[in-house]
């Protein structure tokens, strides 16, 4: 296997490790969000939301780069 081979799994890797992160702490924020708690209307909900969305986007343009 080629040094591209090893590196353009890696971002894949990466990438796919962090969509799976961004979705899991985007549905903690909608339930944060949604579901009576102490932490509702702290801003907790909203800011796991945007953080969920930000990291789902970096993986999956992460995963889709192609390697130089």
Known sequence: MSEQGKTK???RNQGII???IGLIVFI????IATIHSPLR??????????????LA???II???SKSK
Request: proline share 0%; net charge positive.
């Open 28 to 31: 903690a924020g909608i339930c």
């Open 62 to 64: 992460r995963s889709r």
């Open 57 to 59: 986007a970096i993986g």
């Open 41 to 54: 209307g702290s801003g907790l909900g909203t800011v796991f939301i945007i953080i969920g969305i930000i």
């Open 18 to 20: 962090l969509t799976i």
């Open 9 to 11: 799994g890696n971002n």
